[in-house]
């Protein structure tokens, strides 16, 4: 089976850094996401590792230490609008369709 | 990323209705769709995957004879709520799938059953 663990909420004032970190346990890995998913919205997609490192996208980078199991979504220059819940997920091993299973989400509330 | 539409937005029934939810991809083929549901402050539940042309595959715990699964074209896939009840009142979300692991997401469905 797999599973995945993140805080369930991390508060922040404007401008800060926040870091929203994943564990996981699976047989099989083939990669680590990150979706934000805004109240009553649909989530969306930030970034994937399949490698250990770090990857850049504007304000926001993920990392990932396959050796550890355990990866994570940093947040930099924070603004209002990122308040959303964060999920991380990774592929179902046993799976040949790209089944992912969610983490149960972390919370992100920034504050003025 | 590709753009996934589903319709309705929002539904409310009575209790005993079926409800039909449309997911569609709109800028490319999706051989392979999910089905989600979501309650309040809580994870994304894989509910079933939706092949093109084939049965779908359900997750344990899902009766298939209450959510259908029709995924009839490379663009099309449909959830079916049959003889819904308040329990069935949730945020329903399809995705399609992407390269690698990504999947784009449909802006949710909110059912509200009376």
């Known amino acids: 089976g797999q599973s995945l663990e993140q805080p369930s909420e991390v508060t922040a004032v404007e401008g800060a850094i926040v870091q929203i970190n994943c564990t996981y346990q699976t047989s099989g890995f083939y990669g680590l996401s990150w979706y934000q998913q805004h109240d009553g919205g649909a989530p969306t997609f930030l970034s994937y590792n399949a490698l250990d490192g770090l990857e850049e996208t504007g304000r926001f980078s993920s990392f990932l230490s396959r050796s550890d199991s355990y990866g994570y979504l940093l947040l930099q220059e924070l603004q209002m609008k990122d308040s959303a819940s964060y999920f991380c997920?990774?592929?179902?091993?046993?799976?040949?369709?790209?089944?992912?299973?969610f983490g149960a989400g972390t919370q992100v509330v920034v504050t003025p | 990323g590709a753009v996934v539409s589903q319709h309705p937005s929002r539904v409310i029934c009575k209790s005993g209705t079926s409800v039909k939810i449309e997911c569609r991809s709109l800028?490319?083929?999706?051989?392979?769709m999910f089905w989600y549901r979501q309650f309040p402050k809580q994870s994304l539940m894989l509910m079933a995957t939706?092949?093109?042309?084939?049965?779908?595959?359900?997750e344990q715990g899902v009766e298939k004879d209450k959510f259908l699964i029709n995924h009839a074209s490379l663009t099309l896939s449909t959830l079916t709520v049959t003889s819904a009840h308040p329990e069935d009142s949730s945020f329903y979300i399809c995705?399609?799938?992407?390269?690698?692991?990504?999947?784009?997401f449909g802006p949710g469905t909110r059912l509200t059953v009376l």
């Open positions: 800028d490319f083929q999706a051989t392979t």
């Open positions: 997920a990774v592929r179902d091993a046993a799976d040949s369709w790209g089944k992912l299973q």
């Open positions: 939706s092949n093109e042309g084939s049965k779908a595959t359900y």
């Open positions: 995705s399609s799938r992407g390269p690698a692991d990504t999947q784009y």
